[in-house]
């Protein structure tokens, strides 16, 4: 019953951690240095022939290194210094969790709409989106930031959770490693269209499950049956073959409509729509957001810590 403790207390920690402190920008951050190593190599072999086999390379030569970098850290100093392995895991925990900046970023979007105006909300947006925000209507940028809550929920909280539940730190900063990859070169467009494929297939493959498990978390802890079906009948309405589950659920919950036209790095992209209720979001609608975050995010902790007290 015991013998999990030594994942159970710096999971404990970094959840905490998170929920307290969220991630200042002023803070040194370990996903910095993914970016910066994954950087380094794209300008490296990026270029010329063999695009596909040299963004494969890229991947494996970054997720591996840093697989093993975590597990020996972690070794050495459980052998060696067992305060200093609590503190180190503890730490990198908190760094791999995002629950608190992803709802703070969304919150601000929602603030500077009411309080600064349609510019500085999307402005504010271009923080956490992808699409292009200077011509997005209020309506559009509430939705947007729905969007990013949800989808962000999964690949930013539930999905390292889950990878910390199989297989500890290492597995869940190599999923760090891989999420980062897939949004540095993971792209259609040239010219990361052959270099990032493998990369971003790799990521396709880390969520499948995780996208699932928190639509299902989504709907659990809202006790949705509109969630549900929307889950089911809108699950696959999307580009990304898991975006669009806890899109789907939280459309559900909320009964309103995401996805549709938007402009990505200056192409139109016509995503299917998710729901037929366009009606008007609110600050109410974010505050529930919050909620559902927050009780998917400890139930999923709970659960891990229940299971591992158990097995």
């Known amino acids: 019953m015991y013998q999990h403790w030594h994942m159970i207390i710096p999971l404990l920690v970094g959840y905490l951690a998170d929920l307290v402190l969220g991630d200042p920008r002023s803070w040194p951050h370990p996903v910095r240095v993914f970016g910066y190593m994954i950087q380094k190599g794209t300008a490296l072999l990026n270029k010329g022939r063999g695009r596909f086999w040299k963004g494969l390379l890229l991947t494996v030569t970054v997720c591996a290194g840093t697989y093993f970098f975590f597990s020996l850290a972690q070794s050495a100093l459980y ?6 392995y609590y503190i ?3 730490l990198f925990v908190y760094f791999a969790l995002a629950n608190r900046s992803l709802l703070r970023e969304g919150q601000a979007v929602f603030d500077a709409l009411e309080q600064q105006g349609l510019e500085a909300a999307r402005k504010r947006l271009s923080w956490i989106v992808g699409r292009e925000t200077a011509r997005l209507s209020a309506q559009q940028v509430r939705i947007a930031v729905l969007e990013s809550m949800s989808e962000n929920l999964s690949d930013g ?11 500890g730190l290492p597995a869940m900063l190599l999923y760090k490693m891989i999420n980062t990859l897939d949004s540095m070169i993971g792209y259609r467009r040239e010219p990361y269209r052959l270099f990032g494929r493998f990369a971003a297939r790799l990521d396709d493959v880390a969520n499948f499950l995780p996208a699932r498990i928190t639509a299902f978390l989504m709907v659990l ?13 809108y699950g696959t309405a999307h580009s990304s073959p898991n975006s669009g589950y806890p899109e789907a659920a939280l459309a559900g919950i909320l009964d309103c409509r995401f996805g ?5 790095h200056g192409v139109m992209v016509t ?16 505050v529930y957001v919050k909620y559902i975050n927050h009780s998917v995010t400890f139930l999923t ?11």
């Open 157 to 167: 909280v539930i999905a390292p959770l889950l990878f910390y539940a199989v297989a």
């Open 221 to 233: 802890v809202t006790a949705s049956p509109r969630g549900a079906r929307f889950v089911y009948r």
């Open 88 to 90: 180190f895991t503890s």
């Open 271 to 286: 995503k299917p729509y998710i729901g037929t209720a366009d009606r008007a979001i609110t600050d109410k609608d974010f």
């Open 79 to 84: 052998r060696i210094w067992r305060p200093g």
């Open 301 to 311: 902790v709970a659960g891990i810590v229940v299971i591992w007290l158990y097995l």
């Open 260 to 264: 549709g036209p938007n402009v990505y």
